[in-house]
């Protein structure tokens, strides 16, 4: 009896120490293996940047060297925008040139800074790559040559104030009141936008009728509609630079900054006055 348990105990041992074939289809009852831990990427490092104001032609002039550019060659000077918008002159004023794109309403009275030329050229290109087939847009009164007053205007006069029309559903016009029915409210957002972006606009002078119309536009198509609602109603004690001036049905008045003109004044007007040039 004793035997026959012993070898009753041997063979259950046996037993119990084969290995479990494995079934096809089976669950495994291994612990998983634990995944290696992600690897983290390796910084990029960038060159530092530093940024600041842009650099003025007249950095490293000296006060000799400005008088004999004031004396002998005040063209190399560039644009100057002397004084206010509203109690100023322009000095080396450049003409709005012609183009397929846009109409001069009158070409003797579309004189600006250098600055205010390139930015609503600029401006006004952006829109026609986004709308190629963009009918041509009415510019109205800048400055004159000289700058100065300017009839019928309290502003216009120091070369960085330009009357731009609107874009019309029914094609180009000047000074043509913009509503429901006339605005292109496409194009004329795609304009404004431009403006806006540059960052080179102080104001731009849209009535409130017009505005309303832009930002229900603009509200459609924009991906930040709250830059957009901003934009048309700034939050207390702050200023947007669109604004309500009444007059400005018929066309939207932009004011740019042209900071190069007006640094040129600071540095160069002593001397322009003291010789007579301006």
Known sequence: MRRTLGLLLVSLAGFACDAVPVVSGAESHAPPRAAPPPVPPTPTLLSAVVVGPARHPLDGVDRNGLLALVRAEPKRLGSISIGRANRGSLYNGVQMPESSHWRLVDPDRSWATQE??????????????????????????????????????????????????????????????????????????????????????????????????????????????????ELFHPPAKHESVVRHVAGHKTHMHVRFYSDQACETSKRAYPLLARFGRI
């Open 116 to 229: 205010t030329i390139d930015s609503l050229t600029l401006a006004i290109q952006a829109v026609v790559r986004e709308h190629p087939r963009a009918p041509t847009l009415a510019l109205g009164d800048m400055s004159k040559p000289r700058g100065g007053y300017f009839r019928p205007h309290r502003s216009h006069q120091s070369g960085r104030d330009v009357d731009l029309g609107y874009y019309y559903l029914e094609g180009p016009a000047w000074y043509k009141t913009a509503d429901a029915a006339t605005l292109d409210r496409e194009l004329t957002w795609s304009l404004v936008k431009a403006l806006l972006t540059q960052g080179s606009v102080e104001y731009l002078f849209i009535d409130n009728s017009v505005q309303e119309l832009l930002e229900e536009y603009a509200l459609t198509v924009e991906p930040d509609r709250s830059w957009v609602h």
